[in-house]
């Protein structure tokens, strides 16, 4: 049973309106978000560019006001002093001061929460351990590529140990190494007892780490749950079948089974739209004496989700041969 008190993040009907440009006009930037972030969970918020959640997150930062709705940090209004003492945030394109070593850039953040002394060189030391920079941490920031920014800029969101790390587009603009790297730092993270809740477009790395995910579009909610249940839902599952040497009246047995028939020469192509008929057409298969190449089941990913929920496409996913 989930109780409140797992509950780390709480949001009830979240909006925020900006007005723009001379005329005042409304632009709805986060339109009625319910949702909530369990306790040691990783939780990926999705979205498209301009989807809402670097919004979303700066209301549960306390760093901009709703214009309607409620939302909740461990149990806390969000903007308390209560709620903030526990929290860790990485902005989407966080200022770093270029002539600070990384040590001296923690150390300053770590001022800021009241660290001094033994007390914040100690805590310094292991958040440059942990985010693996103690080598380069008398090198001037100036000198770092973005994944080590990204990697001290992920230091310093956990200054104060908080419980709850959120992270807005960590790993955009790294290059594969420099993303793994950061998700590992999350696992870490998530295996230390953190909850970690961070915002991204880049849905392998979500598949990858997330518990669960929301998917917001326009403000609003348009998926959330578990990747595998959210992938499964709704998305198309599909089997394709290559056969080599299958006589046109063993094909005419299997077009019925088949989503969809592609021909090449001797070669065909048989979509089959689910796991039921693979039985039977691998029996038609088997009497015509014909040639299976190839059999892949495709599972669904998030991206495909995700582009259906984005285009508003309900299309059966499209194959090539
Ligand atoms: N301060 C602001 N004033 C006016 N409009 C804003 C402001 N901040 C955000 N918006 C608008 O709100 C919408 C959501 O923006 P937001 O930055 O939250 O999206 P996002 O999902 O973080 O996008 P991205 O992936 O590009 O970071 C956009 O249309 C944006 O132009
Ligand atoms: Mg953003």
């Known amino acids: 049973m989930m109780s409140s008190s797992d509950l ?7 909006a925020k309106t900006f007005r723009v440009g001379f005329w005042g006009k409304k632009v709805t930037a986060v339109d009625g978000l319910t949702l909530d972030v369990r306790r040691g969970e990783v939780f990926g918020f999705l979205g498209p560019n301009g989807a809402g959640k670097t919004t979303t997150l700066k209301m549960l930062m306390g760093l901009i006001h709703p214009t309607s709705g409620r939302a909740s940090i461990f149990g806390h209004p969000v903007g308390d002093l209560a709620a903030k003492a526990r929290l860790g ?4 394109s966080p200022y770093f001061y270029d002539y600070l070593t990384s040590r001296e850039f923690l150390k300053f953040y770590g001022h800021l929460f009241g ?4 007390a914040l060189e100690k805590r310094v030391d292991e958040l440059l351990e942990l985010v693996g920079m103690t080598t380069a941490r008398d090198l001037q920031l100036r000198k770092f590529s973005k994944g080590m920014l990204q990697r001290v800029g992920i230091a310093q969101a956990l200054i104060n140990d908080p419980s709850l790390v959120v992270l807005d587009e960590p790993m955009s603009g790294l290059d594969p190494i420099g993303r793994k790297e950061v998700r590992d730092l999350i696992l870490r993270l998530k295996e230390a007892g953190k909850t970690v809740l961070f915002s991204s477009h880049i849905l392998h790395d979500a598949e990858l780490l997330c518990d669960r995910v929301a998917m917001i579009l326009k ?3 348009v998926a959330c749950g578990e990747v595998t249940d959210l ?3 709704g998305t198309t599952q599909y089997v394709e079948m290559v056969i080599d040497r299958l006589l046109p009246e063993r094909l005419a047995h299997m077009r019925p089974l088949a989503e969809r028939v592609v021909q090449q020469g001797e070669r065909v192509m048989v979509v089959l739209s689910s796991q039921q008929h ?3 057409a691998l ?3 088997r009497v015509s004496r014909a040639k299976l190449v190839s059999l892949t ?3 669904a990913s998030l991206e495909e989700l995700f582009i259906r929920e984005a285009t508003g496409a309900h299309r059966p996913v499209e194959t090539h041969v």
Not at 8 to 14: G, I, N, S
Not at 115 to 118: D, F, K, W
């Open 8 to 14: 780390v993040v709480q949001t009830e009907k979240l």
């Open 89 to 92: 945030f990485l902005p989407e």
């Open 115 to 118: 660290l001094r002394g033994a």
């Open 219 to 221: 403000g609003r909610l």
């Open 231 to 233: 992938v499964e839902r």
């Open 278 to 280: 693979v039985d039977e």
């Open 283 to 285: 029996e038609i298969v």
């Open 297 to 299: 089941p495709h599972r």
